[in-house]
């Protein structure tokens, strides 16, 4: 090996090590100041109250805005028993659901899930996934990973003046990068 090989070798391993810590110059999730929202209350949008696939009432509490895209907290308050998602993918974000109040039924790739007060679940990216709420009502925090556009998706399917049919509801959800795969998660399956 010729020595100037050597020497750039062995610079670049001593310097590996630190290369992994040449990006976190700050917490892209707290520049500025943090916040508070109150129970009760969304960030942003105020309680925004969808058409379609439900009529539940989302409010964000932290918006993809607040994080430069790579978080969102939404707290669902679910009105629609029988009613939930369709069968649908998101591409490139990891869903979270934790219940705070109610039963939902969840699917899950080819698994099913029943989960109540206290559960979570989470929904790999890129898995087909659906739920339908069980009880007469609940809650849900929703945690996505990264934010993705699912806030666009709630202002807009609540900016309808009209109930959307399934394929319109098919084309929200492609605007906002996810994909409908099937048809909406039946309780008595």
Avoid: C
């Avoid at 925090?141 to 807009?156: H, R, S």
Wanted: proline letters at 6%; glycine letters at 10%.
């Amino acid at each position: 090996m010729n020595r100037s090989l050597f020497f750039t070798y062995f610079l670049s391993s001593l310097a590996s090590p630190f290369l992994g810590f040449s990006r976190v110059s700050r917490n892209d999730f707290t520049e500025g100041k943090g916040f508070k929202i109150s129970n009760g209350e969304g960030r942003i949008h105020g309680h925004i109250q969808l058409k379609g696939v439900n009529a539940n009432i989302l409010d964000v509490k932290v918006s993809g805005s607040d994080t430069n895209g790579e978080l969102a907290i939404f707290e669902q308050t679910s009105l629609s028993p029988g009613k939930g998602t369709p069968l649908h993918i998101h591409h490139t974000q990891d869903e979270i659901f934790y219940v705070l109040e109610g039963s939902y039924k969840f699917k899950v790739g080819e698994d099913t899930y029943h989960l109540s007060t206290g559960d979570s679940i989470f929904l790999p990216r890129q898995v087909p996934h659906a739920w339908t709420q069980v009880s007469a009502k609940g809650k849900m925090n929703v945690i996505m990973q990264p934010a993705g556009k699912l806030e666009n998706f709630f202002v807009t399917m609540a900016a309808l003046d009209h109930i959307p049919g399934p394929e319109e509801i098919a084309a929200i959800f492609s605007e906002n990068d996810m994909q409908v795969v099937g048809p909406p998660l039946p309780i008595d399956e």
